[in-house]
């Protein structure tokens, strides 16, 4: 064999050796890039799963509102009763707003997402409209709650609150959601502000 020969194939095992150098070195970073892509795809699927858990804690916290509105009456402990209203709006208030921070911070959803969320969001207000008027319902109660008057400028002011809390929950959905639900959406909402407003207006006349 002579010297050239020698050379060129000394020359190609080296550009050999470098180039599996490279790929051993390159193979793990590829496991990164995938796991990136899959942790990506998880966090978008995971979004739809995190709205559909918070609207069911909202609507945990209505009907456990709703029930404790239930109890309320001029026969029993009403400041006691009505102190505990008052924390029970509270947390609702706390948990309306965790809930818009996650649809805030999520991917817009695909059609078949948002599909699967339109049965929470209408069940959600139906939850809401059974609370508002369960409020309405105890206005007489509410007016003797509290010691030489009444506790109506303390409840509109919560229910003013709820409304703005779920406004915004509302438009955060809105942003991200196609399909139906977003057709549907400006009249769920609609529908929503009109109980807020009957309700609040109850309490400030």
Not at 3 to 13: A, D, L, N, P, T
Not at 154 to 172: H, M, N, P, R, S
Not at 181 to 200: G, M, N, R, Y
């Amino acid at each position: 064999m002579s010297v050239g020969r020698i050379q060129i194939s000394e020359k190609m095992r080296s550009s050999s050796a470098r180039v599996a150098g490279d790929l051993i070195h390159w193979l793990p970073s590829t496991k990164y890039i995938f796991a990136g892509f899959a942790s990506i795809g998880l966090a978008i699927a995971g979004g739809a799963a995190d709205i559909e858990s918070s609207i069911g804690k909202i609507e945990d916290s209505c009907s456990s509102l709703s029930q404790t509105l239930k109890g309320f009456t001029s026969d029993g402990n009403v400041m006691g009763t009505a102190l505990k209203l008052q924390g029970e709006a509270k947390d609702l208030l706390s948990i309306i707003n965790d809930g818009k921070d996650t649809a805030s911070n999520a991917e817009n959803l695909s059609s078949a997402d948002s599909d699967k969320l339109e049965d929470s969001v209408n069940s959600l207000s139906k939850s809401v409209f059974t609370l508002l008027d369960g409020f309405v319902e105890k206005k007489p109660v509410f007016q003797k709650a509290v010691l030489g008057g009444s506790a109506d400028g303390l409840v509109e002011k919560d229910l003013q609150d709820l409304k703005g809390a779920t406004d915004g929950l509302g438009k955060a959905l809105e942003n991200i959601v196609t399909g139906q639900l977003k057709k549907d959406a400006p009249q769920i909402l609609s529908d929503l502000d009109k109980h807020f407003d009957d309700a609040i207006k109850a309490f400030s006349d």
